[in-house]
């Protein structure tokens, strides 16, 4: 059974950064994808960055992209989420999010598998 566990979640100030990490297990993960999404209250769950575990290559939501950096390390299971220059607006429930398969996915009904999330919070 895939599990995904995410930390790393906090309360940051405008200009800040923070990194999430997403510890994965259950499973052998070589034929996955493994993506974060976020939840703003009242808003739906969208889509930030996936990366493939096989080979690291990386997709982002244009609106993502600049700030956001989605990475994996294989020997710890782990999939990175590195945010930069954090608005009020990042403000969210950021969520780890897996599946299978090689394409690339943005939709939270693509992905089977999730985590619990971890909550961000900026101040301004």
């Known amino acids: 059974q895939v599990q995904l566990v995410e930390s790393g979640g906090g309360l940051v100030q405008a200009g800040a950064s923070l990194t999430l990490a997403c510890i994965a297990s259950?499973?052998?993960?070589?034929?996955?994808?493994v993506g974060w999404f976020r939840q703003a209250p009242g808003k739906e769950r969208e889509f930030v960055a996936a990366?493939?575990?096989?080979?690291?290559?990386?997709n982002y939501a244009d609106s993502m992209k600049g700030r956001f950096t989605i990475s994996r390390d294989i020997t710890e299971s782990t999939v990175y989420l590195q945010m930069n220059s954090l608005k009020p607006e990042d403000t969210a429930v950021y969520y780890c999010?897996?599946?299978?398969?090689?394409?690339?996915?943005?939709?939270?009904?693509?992905?089977?598998?999730w985590g619990r999330g971890t909550q961000v919070t900026v101040s301004s």
């Open positions: 999010a897996a599946r299978l398969g090689a394409r690339w996915y943005s939709e939270t009904y693509d992905y089977p598998y």
């Open positions: 259950g499973g052998t993960f070589s034929g996955y994808a």
């Open positions: 990366t493939r575990w096989s080979d690291g290559r990386t």
